[in-house]
Protein backbone atom coordinates (compact mmCIF):
# COMPACT_ATOMS: atom_id res chain seq x y z
CA UNK A 1 0.00 0.00 0.00
CA UNK A 2 1.13 3.38 -0.53
CA UNK A 3 2.42 6.16 1.28
CA UNK A 4 -1.45 8.13 0.34
CA UNK A 5 -3.26 5.01 1.73
CA UNK A 6 -1.93 4.42 4.68
CA UNK A 7 -2.14 8.29 5.01
CA UNK A 8 -5.64 7.85 3.83
CA UNK A 9 -5.94 4.93 6.60
CA UNK A 10 -5.22 6.95 9.73
CA UNK A 11 -7.40 9.75 8.74
CA UNK A 12 -10.17 7.35 8.24
CA UNK A 13 -9.46 5.24 11.68
CA UNK A 14 -9.23 8.81 13.01
CA UNK A 15 -12.52 9.95 11.55
CA UNK A 16 -14.20 6.74 13.08
CA UNK A 17 -12.91 7.53 16.27
CA UNK A 18 -14.12 10.73 16.31
CA UNK A 19 -17.46 9.54 14.90
CA UNK A 20 -17.89 7.49 17.48
CA UNK A 21 -16.39 8.70 20.88
CA UNK A 22 -16.51 4.95 22.84
CA UNK A 23 -18.45 -0.01 28.17
CA UNK A 24 -16.32 -2.44 29.34
CA UNK A 25 -13.35 -3.69 30.50
CA UNK A 26 -11.29 -3.95 26.82
CA UNK A 27 -7.56 -4.17 27.95
CA UNK A 28 -7.80 -7.60 27.10
CA UNK A 29 -9.71 -6.78 23.53
CA UNK A 30 -6.15 -5.45 22.11
CA UNK A 31 -3.13 -6.93 21.15
CA UNK A 32 -0.82 -3.91 20.69
CA UNK A 33 -3.44 -0.95 21.62
CA UNK A 34 -3.26 -0.23 25.11
CA UNK A 35 -6.79 1.36 26.75
CA UNK A 36 -7.05 3.44 30.00
CA UNK A 37 -8.65 0.74 31.96
CA UNK A 38 -6.11 -0.65 34.83
CA UNK A 39 -5.95 -3.91 36.67
CA UNK A 40 -8.01 -4.34 39.88
CA UNK A 41 -5.83 -3.52 42.97
CA UNK A 42 -4.61 -6.16 44.52
CA UNK A 43 -5.26 -8.53 41.47
CA UNK A 44 -2.87 -10.24 39.35
CA UNK A 45 -3.34 -11.54 35.93
CA UNK A 46 -1.72 -13.76 33.89
CA UNK A 47 -1.61 -13.75 30.13
CA UNK A 48 0.09 -14.63 27.30
CA UNK A 49 0.27 -13.11 24.04
CA UNK A 50 1.66 -15.04 20.79
CA UNK A 51 2.14 -13.52 17.10
CA UNK A 52 3.01 -16.15 14.31
CA UNK A 53 5.08 -14.41 11.03
CA UNK A 54 5.87 -16.00 7.32
CA UNK A 55 8.06 -13.41 6.08
CA UNK A 56 8.70 -13.67 2.36
CA UNK A 57 12.57 -13.62 2.46
CA UNK A 58 12.88 -14.95 6.16
CA UNK A 59 12.07 -18.13 8.13
CA UNK A 60 8.88 -18.10 9.58
CA UNK A 61 8.43 -17.85 13.29
CA UNK A 62 6.57 -18.04 16.42
CA UNK A 63 6.77 -15.23 18.99
CA UNK A 64 5.22 -15.16 22.66
CA UNK A 65 5.03 -13.26 25.90
CA UNK A 66 3.59 -14.45 29.15
CA UNK A 67 3.07 -11.30 30.93
CA UNK A 68 2.29 -10.79 34.68
CA UNK A 69 -0.05 -7.58 35.35
CA UNK A 70 -0.27 -6.37 39.37
CA UNK A 71 -3.26 -3.57 39.58
CA UNK A 72 -0.49 -1.80 42.96
CA UNK A 73 -3.73 0.84 43.64
CA UNK A 74 -6.26 2.66 41.74
CA UNK A 75 -4.42 5.27 39.72
CA UNK A 76 -1.03 2.45 39.16
CA UNK A 77 -0.69 -0.76 37.06
CA UNK A 78 2.64 -2.69 37.00
CA UNK A 79 3.47 -5.54 34.63
CA UNK A 80 6.34 -7.74 33.85
CA UNK A 81 6.97 -9.24 30.76
CA UNK A 82 9.05 -12.79 29.77
CA UNK A 83 9.63 -12.48 25.81
CA UNK A 84 10.90 -15.77 23.95
CA UNK A 85 10.60 -16.78 20.41
CA UNK A 86 11.38 -19.93 18.02
CA UNK A 87 12.49 -19.35 14.03
CA UNK A 88 12.30 -22.55 11.73
CA UNK A 89 15.74 -23.95 10.81
CA UNK A 90 17.20 -21.70 13.58
CA UNK A 91 16.60 -22.43 17.79
CA UNK A 92 14.52 -21.50 20.54
CA UNK A 93 15.45 -18.97 22.67
CA UNK A 94 14.12 -16.36 25.70
CA UNK A 95 14.67 -13.19 24.18
CA UNK A 96 14.59 -11.11 27.34
CA UNK A 97 12.29 -9.11 29.83
CA UNK A 98 10.27 -5.86 29.61
CA UNK A 99 8.92 -3.93 33.13
CA UNK A 100 6.05 -1.28 32.73
CA UNK A 101 4.29 0.73 34.79
CA UNK A 102 1.02 2.22 33.63
CA UNK A 103 -0.49 6.08 35.79
CA UNK A 104 -3.97 7.11 35.45
CA UNK A 105 -4.28 10.29 36.41
CA UNK A 106 -7.83 11.09 36.44
CA UNK A 107 -9.86 8.18 38.18
CA UNK A 108 -13.15 8.96 37.23
CA UNK A 109 -14.36 8.41 33.81
CA UNK A 110 -13.80 11.53 31.55
CA UNK A 111 -14.82 11.59 27.56
CA UNK A 112 -11.14 10.90 26.70
CA UNK A 113 -9.00 9.43 29.87
CA UNK A 114 -5.61 9.84 29.89
CA UNK A 115 -2.99 6.97 30.58
CA UNK A 116 1.16 7.58 30.94
CA UNK A 117 3.26 4.46 30.02
CA UNK A 118 6.65 4.14 30.91
CA UNK A 119 8.78 0.64 29.92
CA UNK A 120 12.28 -0.52 30.25
CA UNK A 121 13.17 -3.29 27.75
CA UNK A 122 16.03 -5.60 27.77
CA UNK A 123 15.44 -7.79 24.72
CA UNK A 124 17.61 -9.10 21.75
CA UNK A 125 16.05 -11.24 18.90
CA UNK A 126 12.74 -10.30 20.13
CA UNK A 127 9.79 -11.31 17.27
CA UNK A 128 6.34 -10.22 19.57
CA UNK A 129 5.95 -7.53 18.13
CA UNK A 130 4.37 -5.64 20.37
CA UNK A 131 4.65 -2.44 19.01
CA UNK A 132 5.55 -0.68 16.07
CA UNK A 133 7.96 2.02 15.61
CA UNK A 134 10.60 4.27 13.86
CA UNK A 135 11.94 1.98 10.63
CA UNK A 136 10.68 -1.19 12.13
CA UNK A 137 9.49 -4.03 9.18
CA UNK A 138 10.43 -6.98 7.60
CA UNK A 139 13.79 -6.51 7.06
CA UNK A 140 14.51 -6.79 10.82
CA UNK A 141 13.78 -10.21 10.34
CA UNK A 142 16.51 -11.49 8.40
CA UNK A 143 19.19 -11.84 10.72
CA UNK A 144 19.61 -15.27 12.84
CA UNK A 145 18.87 -15.94 15.92
CA UNK A 146 22.78 -16.41 17.18
CA UNK A 147 23.65 -13.07 16.14
CA UNK A 148 21.02 -10.59 17.42
CA UNK A 149 22.70 -7.54 19.52
CA UNK A 150 21.42 -7.09 22.95
CA UNK A 151 18.81 -4.14 23.24
CA UNK A 152 17.81 -1.66 26.28
CA UNK A 153 14.92 0.84 25.70
CA UNK A 154 13.24 3.25 27.44
CA UNK A 155 9.53 3.21 25.54
CA UNK A 156 6.97 6.00 26.78
CA UNK A 157 3.29 6.11 25.72
CA UNK A 158 0.58 8.78 26.03
CA UNK A 159 -2.67 6.54 26.31
CA UNK A 160 -5.87 8.28 25.60
CA UNK A 161 -9.27 6.16 25.55
CA UNK A 162 -12.78 6.77 26.08
CA UNK A 163 -15.90 4.33 26.38
CA UNK A 164 -19.35 5.78 25.43
CA UNK A 165 -22.87 3.79 24.32
CA UNK A 166 -21.04 -0.05 24.56
CA UNK A 167 -17.61 1.58 22.34
CA UNK A 168 -14.11 1.43 23.39
CA UNK A 169 -12.09 3.57 21.24
CA UNK A 170 -8.21 3.85 21.87
CA UNK A 171 -5.54 5.77 21.13
CA UNK A 172 -1.63 5.53 21.73
CA UNK A 173 1.01 7.69 21.13
CA UNK A 174 4.41 6.06 21.34
CA UNK A 175 8.27 7.21 21.42
CA UNK A 176 10.85 4.60 21.92
CA UNK A 177 14.87 5.18 22.36
CA UNK A 178 17.75 2.25 22.61
CA UNK A 179 19.35 3.71 25.56
CA UNK A 180 22.62 2.93 22.89
CA UNK A 181 22.54 6.55 21.87
CA UNK A 182 19.82 5.78 18.85
CA UNK A 183 17.65 8.73 18.11
CA UNK A 184 14.17 8.84 19.55
CA UNK A 185 11.54 6.32 17.14
CA UNK A 186 7.80 7.10 17.27
CA UNK A 187 4.44 4.87 16.28
CA UNK A 188 0.86 4.75 16.42
CA UNK A 189 -1.85 2.18 17.53
CA UNK A 190 -5.88 3.15 17.05
CA UNK A 191 -8.24 0.62 18.15
CA UNK A 192 -11.92 -0.07 18.20
CA UNK A 193 -14.02 -2.76 20.07
CA UNK A 194 -17.68 -3.36 21.34
CA UNK A 195 -19.36 -6.53 22.96
CA UNK A 196 -22.27 -7.74 20.86
CA UNK A 197 -24.55 -7.31 23.05
CA UNK A 198 -24.56 -4.75 26.09
CA UNK A 199 -27.24 -6.37 28.38
CA UNK A 200 -26.47 -9.63 30.40
CA UNK A 201 -28.40 -12.77 28.98
CA UNK A 202 -31.43 -13.69 31.38
CA UNK A 203 -29.87 -17.67 31.16
CA UNK A 204 -26.68 -18.62 32.17
CA UNK A 205 -24.98 -19.41 28.99
CA UNK A 206 -21.08 -20.01 27.69
CA UNK A 207 -21.39 -18.29 24.43
CA UNK A 208 -23.88 -15.36 25.48
CA UNK A 209 -23.26 -12.71 23.01
CA UNK A 210 -22.22 -10.15 25.65
CA UNK A 211 -19.32 -12.28 26.29
CA UNK A 212 -17.76 -11.45 22.65
CA UNK A 213 -16.21 -8.38 21.54
CA UNK A 214 -15.26 -7.59 17.67
CA UNK A 215 -12.98 -4.45 17.21
CA UNK A 216 -10.02 -3.60 14.78
CA UNK A 217 -6.52 -2.02 15.46
CA UNK A 218 -4.41 0.11 12.99
CA UNK A 219 -0.93 0.69 14.14
CA UNK A 220 2.41 0.94 12.85
CA UNK A 221 5.87 3.47 12.84
CA UNK A 222 5.86 7.14 12.24
CA UNK A 223 9.91 7.10 11.75
CA UNK A 224 12.42 8.86 13.87
CA UNK A 225 13.78 12.14 15.12
CA UNK A 226 15.54 12.60 11.81
CA UNK A 227 13.44 11.30 9.67
CA UNK A 228 9.89 11.77 10.91
CA UNK A 229 6.80 10.27 8.99
CA UNK A 230 5.54 6.99 6.53
CA UNK A 231 8.92 6.63 5.05
CA UNK A 232 9.96 3.16 5.34
CA UNK A 233 7.62 2.37 8.13
CA UNK A 234 5.56 -0.35 8.23
CA UNK A 235 1.70 -0.69 9.37
CA UNK A 236 -1.07 -3.37 9.91
CA UNK A 237 -4.63 -3.50 10.23
CA UNK A 238 -6.37 -5.80 12.24
CA UNK A 239 -9.81 -7.46 13.48
CA UNK A 240 -9.98 -8.79 16.91
CA UNK A 241 -12.09 -10.95 18.35
CA UNK A 242 -12.30 -11.72 22.22
CA UNK A 243 -14.41 -14.37 24.13
CA UNK A 244 -14.94 -14.51 28.02
CA UNK A 245 -15.04 -17.50 29.29
CA UNK A 246 -17.48 -17.20 32.18
CA UNK A 247 -15.53 -17.29 35.88
CA UNK A 248 -12.93 -18.25 33.27
CA UNK A 249 -10.46 -17.10 30.96
CA UNK A 250 -10.46 -14.34 27.56
CA UNK A 251 -9.45 -15.84 24.52
CA UNK A 252 -8.26 -13.56 22.04
CA UNK A 253 -7.18 -13.99 18.02
CA UNK A 254 -6.49 -11.38 15.76
CA UNK A 255 -5.16 -11.81 12.28
CA UNK A 256 -3.34 -8.96 10.73
CA UNK A 257 -2.38 -7.50 7.64
CA UNK A 258 0.34 -5.74 6.51
CA UNK A 259 -0.37 -2.25 4.63
CA UNK A 260 3.06 -1.57 3.00
CA UNK A 261 5.79 -3.40 0.95
CA UNK A 262 7.71 -2.99 4.39
CA UNK A 263 5.30 -5.11 6.71
CA UNK A 264 4.97 -8.93 6.81
CA UNK A 265 2.22 -10.17 4.51
CA UNK A 266 0.07 -11.81 7.49
CA UNK A 267 0.59 -12.10 11.16
CA UNK A 268 -1.79 -14.44 13.15
CA UNK A 269 -1.47 -13.58 16.48
CA UNK A 270 -3.75 -15.11 19.57
CA UNK A 271 -3.60 -15.02 23.44
CA UNK A 272 -5.12 -15.80 26.91
CA UNK A 273 -5.48 -14.32 29.99
CA UNK A 274 -7.12 -15.10 33.44
CA UNK A 275 -7.65 -12.80 36.41
CA UNK A 276 -6.94 -13.81 39.95
CA UNK A 277 -8.59 -11.36 42.41
CA UNK A 278 -7.00 -10.47 45.19
CA UNK A 279 -3.70 -12.05 44.72
CA UNK A 280 -1.19 -11.66 48.08
CA UNK A 281 -5.02 -11.74 50.51
CA UNK A 282 -5.83 -15.37 48.94
CA UNK A 283 -2.15 -15.92 49.78
CA UNK A 284 -2.09 -15.03 53.27
CA UNK A 285 -5.11 -16.91 54.15
CA UNK A 286 -3.85 -20.20 52.75
Known amino acids: MSKPRIRCAIVIALACLMAFPAAMKAQENYFVTYTHHMEEPGSLEIANKSVAGFPRAADSF ?6 LE ?18 AKQSTIFTGFRFENRFRPLLQEHWINPVFYVEFEDISADKNILEVVGHDGIADFLGRNDRADKEREIELKLILSSNVKGWNIAENFIGEKNLAGDPWEFGYALAASRPLALAASA ?6 RENISL ?9 DRYSFGFTNTSHYLSPTVAFRMPSGPTL ?19 GASYEIPQFFSRLRRK
Not at 62 to 67: H, I, K, Q
Not at 261 to 268: A, F, Q, R
Open 62 to 67: LGSAVE
Open 70 to 87: YGVNAWWTSELYLDGQTT
Open 203 to 208: RNCTFC
Open 215 to 223: GAELYGGLG
Open 252 to 270: SFSPSAGLNHNSHGVLLRF
